[in-house]
């Protein structure tokens, strides 16, 4: 379903200043749910498209208030359904208002944002997803690959980065950059050895497709960060499985590794340029939808700041596209022997 069930929690004397929020168009139904001498908690049904708008102006009204809280839950089912009233004449005195068809803000940070963190659980997927990378490009099998892929512990911080830089936060691009930072360190580190192992040969097709990269390439991870990002904003979960096979991040550090380590710097610079690639156009292609789908603060005083921040994450992303551009074209020349 796309409702989202509100819960606030509210100080008892501000109670008064629910009532123009539960008057909002797409709040379905709301109720009192208990009440005493110093806490009031209300909850409201509201339809995907308004619960951005209901979240923004509660915190605008009740946003100092210490003991004010907003929960946001999914509705996965009502018995009965909820029917949504239409209006037969629309109020003409009154602007249409466009609401976005996505997931609120606050939604979108917390499943984003989270992907930062650089602890305990994120460096084991790191390894995990090496180890397992290794194996499959050991043995050429996509299968084992693609399920490398599918952990895609470098695809999460790297769409909190593209949020951050669309928001202007500069704590959440300074926590995504470190978590890339780790990520590949992890990885690169613990591939360096693999091209001394006896039996991992180097020449096998699926290491050998991730040392060159061309146009299509630059496509499938422009499309990729697009629908990436489309599936965090419309919180459709499991279309993220498809963007993780092919946003492939974790294979190419892998190889980048292996290739320097046995000394092969032509095949790694191949490699590392396919990760950059792949690295820039999510981010770029993060940013551009994200913008196009409206996401931005909530208050007007940080819009100016976020619109700087976008525009020069834009500029340094498409800068560094370019470069990567210019660099594939003289790789490629090597390749030939020109």
Request: glycine share 10%; charged share 20%; net charge negative.
């Amino acid at each position: 379903m796309a409702e989202r069930l509100i819960e606030v929690i509210v100080p008892t004397r501000r109670v008064d200043s629910l009532a123009p929020v539960m008057d909002r168009d797409g709040v379905l139904a709301h109720w009192r749910v208990s009440e005493n001498d110093d806490v009031c908690v209300w909850k409201a049904v509201v339809s995907l498209e308004a619960s951005e708008g209901v979240l923004d102006e509660l915190e605008e009204r009740l946003g100092g208030e210490v003991r004010f809280r907003a929960l946001v839950m999914t509705i996965e089912a009502t018995v009965p359904p909820i029917v949504r009233e239409t209006k037969s004449e629309p109020d003409e005195a009154k602007p249409a208002v466009r609401v976005p068809m996505r997931v609120s803000r606050a939604e979108l940070y917390e499943d984003i944002a989270g992907a930062s963190k650089v602890d305990h659980l994120y460096v084991i997927q790191v390894v995990i997803a090496t180890v397992v990378a290794a194996i499959g490009l050991a043995r050429d099998q996509p299968a084992i690959i693609i399920a490398a892929m599918v952990i895609a512990p470098l695809l999460g911080p790297n769409m909190a980065l593209a949020l951050g830089a669309t928001l202007g936060d500069t704590a959440l691009i300074k926590r995504s950059i470190r978590a890339s930072v780790v990520g590949v360190s992890i990885a690169f580190g613990l591939s360096l050895g693999l091209g001394y192992l006896p039996g991992f040969d180097l020449g096998v097709g699926e290491i050998d497709a991730r040392t060159s990269v061309g146009a299509p390439d630059v496509a499938l991870a422009l499309a990729s960060g697009v629908a990436g990002t489309l599936a965090f904003t419309s919180g459709v979960g499991s279309a993220l499985v498809g963007v993780m096979v092919a946003i492939a991040l974790l294979p190419p550090t892998v190889v980048m590794g292996a290739m320097v380590g046995a000394g092969r710097w032509h095949d790694a610079l191949g490699a590392g340029l396919l990760l950059g690639v792949n690295v820039v156009c999510v981010n770029l292609a993060g940013v551009v939808t994200f913008l196009l789908k409206g996401i931005g603060p909530a208050g007007w005083w940080e819009a100016e700041r976020s619109k700087r921040a976008s525009r020069r994450a834009i500029v340094i992303w498409v800068s560094l596209l370019a470069a990567l551009v210019v660099m594939m074209v003289l790789h490629a020349l090597l390749v030939v022997g020109v």
